[in-house]
């Protein structure tokens, strides 16, 4: 099928999109050199800040949570295309107010690259004191004993607002790592397709799931995870996915979650709150608690069909940091 | 024969002449089980490479090849920006901060150099489907090759060429690709292609007199 999308000249694609962000939110964000989108709060900032990195294309992540109590830079590379290591070190120095940065890292190939080239740079900066922490809690491409093999998706959101509050009340750096390193490890997230995106600088779909299938564990970009299936319904295939989660991180009977339904681009909010009605109805004949949740777009991949689902394991602690005030383009707490 | 500074910018240029002509099918290669935009980056450092060599005045070797591994790692192009940034910083792990001329066995430890700068960054093996399955046999077939430049380049353009090619026959074992498993059987893999494009554009800048 032909693309059809607003678009201008793909090669301008990414910088026209930075800067409709910056216009539409003038009040809490800037852009900087080499794609940057920079809280406009940041030079005033005496704590630990977030610095991450990332491809566009997945509006409105990640840059969309630039702002007060979540990112304090984004760096962003081309659609879908992580940034390189320069940008992400001017990133981290500017970042750096004397408390640390913490790196934020998805687990894709070409972040991962970036991230090892960057902290290897950094280590010859004795004035910036970073630690990374990386995102991989798909479970559908490997168990969770080879975590280096899952891939990044929703759950970066939701650990930016976390250690961002965290940051926020003056925790120091090995505090706000910790803490972001526990929520990343107590975190799952399956993604599922119908119909899959294009990629708006070629035109080329990212493979096809025909006119009958869905995919679970179909990742960000299309990269599938090998649970192709004839389409099924709403609750059968929430069932299937909240058991999917669940068994990955042995929630038990009596625990707190979070639980985000993350629409990816093209499923409406009309499905993805039957998808949550069902969700809920599920859990609670487990006796697992809701305490957090999100349903919406937080993580887009264009027009791609279908959703990714999240759960966290939660205690007191990550809990009010996730309820704490923030303010920015697109998650707001007040 | 010793390259100068024109004579290794003749060899870059032909490089991205190189891939340029193969954006497309890098694209096309890469929507099969990527994201498709492989020859998007490719033709975005082809460019890179094609300003830094037409902005090369009077750096020595080290410098310039530094600062053009900078720039392709900046253009934002996923996993290949970086990875091939580091190929290009590798070149230049040889070199002295002077070096204003490279002959035949400067050549070899460059790719030497290349090699081992992108093991740094990647496990990936020859056989995994990968950049790699072009990079390893053509940096070794230079570091086994006794003749001059010419050859040098003409025998790792030809083994980057079959290690690239047999990537249709090898089911993906790493990156992106991995999740599809058999369903890679059949097709290259982009990054060894446009690996191997590299080395072709290599020798096809080469002075063919010595």
């Known amino acids: 099928m032909k693309m059809k999308k607003f678009i201008n000249d793909p090669a301008n694609l990414t910088a026209e999109v930075l800067e409709g962000l910056a216009l539409a939110h003038q009040d809490l964000v800037e852009l900087g050199p080499d794609n940057k989108v920079i809280n406009k709060k940041l030079a005033s900032a005496d704590r630990v800040t977030i610095v991450t ?6 509006e409105p992540a990640l840059s969309g949570f630039v702002g007060e109590g979540m990112i304090d830079i984004s760096v962003v590379g081309d659609i879908f295309a992580a940034p390189g290591p320069e940008a992400c070190v001017d990133a981290i120095k500017l970042a750096e107010k004397g408390k640390g940065v913490l790196y934020v890292v998805l687990n894709h190939a070409g972040d991962m690259i970036t991230g090892k080239l960057t902290m290897r740079t950094l280590e010859n900066e004795p004035g910036v004191k970073c630690i990374k922490v990386v995102t991989q809690e798909d479970v559908s491409n490997a168990p969770r004993s080879n975590s280096d093999d899952r891939r990044g998706l929703v759950g970066c959101v939701p650990l930016y ?14 505090e706000v790592a910790a803490l972001a390193q526990r929520f990343a490890d107590n975190m799952a997230t399956l993604a599922v397709a119908v119909r899959t995106a294009t990629h708006p600088q070629t035109g080329m779909p990212f493979g ?3 006119d009958d299938d869905m995919e679970i564990g179909m ?6 995870g090998g649970g192709r299936q004839p389409m099924k319904s709403a609750d059968e295939t929430a069932d299937i996915m909240v058991q999917g989660l669940l068994n990955d991180l042995d929630i038990q009977d009596g625990e707190k979650i979070m639980l985000i339904l993350n629409g990816s681009g093209a499923t409406t909010l009309m499905e993805l709150l039957v998808i949550y009605r069902r969700c809920v109805q599920y859990l609670a004949g487990k006796n697992i608690e809701i305490v957090a949740n999100f349903v919406g777009e937080m993580l887009t991949v264009q027009e791609q069909a279908g959703f990714q689902l999240f759960v966290a394991r939660m205690d007191d602690e990550l809990l009010h940091y996730w309820k704490a005030p923030c303010n920015t383009p697109y998650y707001k707490q007040v | 024969m010793l390259l100068d500074r024109k004579g290794f910018g003749l060899l870059l240029l032909s490089v991205a002449d190189t891939w340029e002509e193969n954006v497309p099918t890098y694209n096309e290669i890469d929507s099969t089980f990527g994201d498709g935009d492989h020859g998007i980056t490719i033709g975005k450092i082809a460019k890179t490479f094609r300003q830094a060599v037409e902005a090369w005045t009077d750096q020595p070797f080290k410098p310039f090849l530094k600062s053009l591994s900078s720039a392709v790692m900046g253009v934002g192009g996923g996993s290949a920006g970086p990875l091939y940034g580091m190929l290009v910083e590798g070149l ?3 070199l002295d901060a002077e070096t204003e001329e490279i002959d035949a066995g400067l050549l070899k430890a460059m790719f030497v150099g290349s090699r081992a700068a992108m093991q740094s960054v990647t496990k990936a093996q020859v056989g995994e489907k990968t950049m790699m399955d072009a990079l390893l046999p053509a940096v070794a077939a230079a570091e086994d090759c006794e003749g001059d430049i010419p050859e040098i380049l003409a025998v790792a353009a030809a083994a980057a060429t079959a ?3 047999a990537t249709t026959e090898m089911v993906s074992h790493f990156g992106r690709a991995r999740v599809y498993g058999e369903r890679t059987l059949g097709t290259p893999d982009a990054g060894a292609m446009s690996t191997a494009a590299f080395f072709q554009g290599l020798s096809l800048g080469a002075p063919h007199t010595t």
Do not use: F, N, R
């Open chain 1, 53 to 58: 990195q990332g491809g566009a294309g997945h």
């Open chain 1, 161 to 174: 607002k976390i250690a961002g509050a965290a940051a926020a009340e003056g925790k120091s750096l090995e």
């Open chain 1, 208 to 210: 096809d799931l025909g």
């Open chain 1, 219 to 224: 990742g960000q970009h299309g990269e599938g």
């Open chain 2, 92 to 94: 230049s792990d040889p």
């Open chain 2, 163 to 165: 290690g690239a090619q």
